[in-house]
């Protein structure tokens, strides 16, 4: 349980400075305003073309350990439709559920899988981090695109949004250098290395500096709801998953640990950028990366595969 609280820790803290910095030093918001944009289309980017590019993939027992968490969160977003039909939603609202069930923190999960499994792990890490980076951010896009205030809602708008979302460009762009073997190498790695650096703690900040403590009841249940769905549901069914494949060892270990890690914080930047609820979104973040201290604890703990 210590290395989950160690991992997760610095994590909760960037967001703490962040929600401090609102509070103390005058006209931050414009800053962080600033700030989302660089992050959004730059500093990610930079971040998804030189990990995806660098992943060294393996090849065993993982096919069906990446299909458990493809397949585990295709369950999560049709449960969400499925009691959208039945429980009417704002639309923005909506958007913060969706993405707050589906996506994860690459940070977390890459730090966790190397303090709990080493170097082994990492690699795996990787492997899953570039289908499912590409997966969720396709499918939020969608989702933000049809439901975020002022989006057209028509196919082709769809797909042009995901043709000029950077993060998907990014991935996309990632997976095919690692496909023809090209990384990014001297002087211009380390320019990237300068800008992935700071994607984290800016896009973790801006999550802290965008926290409103106040919120509607609707809101505080579409928190609880969405964290139920992303820390408990998802983990059980991908455990169920895993087990029905007779995945086991590292691959069965590393898709349950994916599938267990806080949502990602940036998608409070596409939240913002993309017309969703940012402040819901902003408290799921928190509230996912704060509870996963003890459901991850709990989960790996509890589960032998």
């Not at 069930?101 to 940070?107: E, P």
């Not at 170097?119 to 439901?147: K, P, Q, R």
């Not at 993060?167 to 990237?192: D, E, S, Y």
């Not at 408290?283 to 032998?304: H, R």
């Amino acid at each position: 349980m210590l290395n989950v609280f160690l991992s997760i820790l610095p994590i909760f803290l960037l967001i703490v400075i962040g929600f401090l910095s609102k509070l103390y030093i005058k006209d931050v918001t414009i800053f962080w305003g600033f700030s989302d944009k660089f992050v959004y289309y730059l500093f990610f980017p930079a971040l998804l073309i030189l990990d995806i590019s660098d992943t060294h993939f393996s090849s065993t027992n993982n096919f069906y350990s990446i299909m458990s968490t493809i397949i585990s969160t295709i369950i999560i977003s049709l449960i969400i439709f499925v009691v959208k039909f039945f429980i009417k939603t704002s639309p923005d609202l909506f958007t913060s559920i969706f993405q707050g069930s589906i996506r994860y923190n690459s940070y977390i999960f890459i730090a966790l899988s190397q303090s709990l499994f080493g170097s082994e792990g990492v690699a795996l890490s990787g492997f899953f981090v570039s289908y499912m980076i590409i997966l969720t951010n396709i499918m939020s896009v969608l989702v933000m695109n049809h439901y975020g205030t002022g989006s057209k809602k028509n196919l082709s708008s769809a797909m042009l949004a995901l043709t000029k979302n950077p993060l998907i460009i990014g991935a996309v762009l990632g997976v095919v250098m690692n496909m023809l073997n090209i990384h990014v190498t001297g002087a211009l790695r380390q320019l990237f290395l300068y800008l992935s650096n700071a994607a984290t703690p800016l896009s973790l900040m801006s999550v802290g500096a965008g926290l409103i403590v106040s919120m509607h009841i609707r809101q505080i249940v579409a928190i609880f709801y969405t964290t139920l769905l992303k820390l408990v549901a998802m983990p059980i069914i991908t455990i169920v998953l895993v087990k029905y494949f007779d995945v086991s060892g590292l691959p069965a270990s590393i898709a349950i640990l994916y599938s267990a890690v806080p949502c990602a914080g940036n998608a409070y930047i596409l939240a913002r950028q993309m017309g969703g609820n940012h402040e819901v979104m902003a408290a799921i973040i928190i509230w996912t990366t704060l509870l996963s201290i003890f459901t991850l604890s709990f989960i790996l703990g509890s589960v032998t595969v």
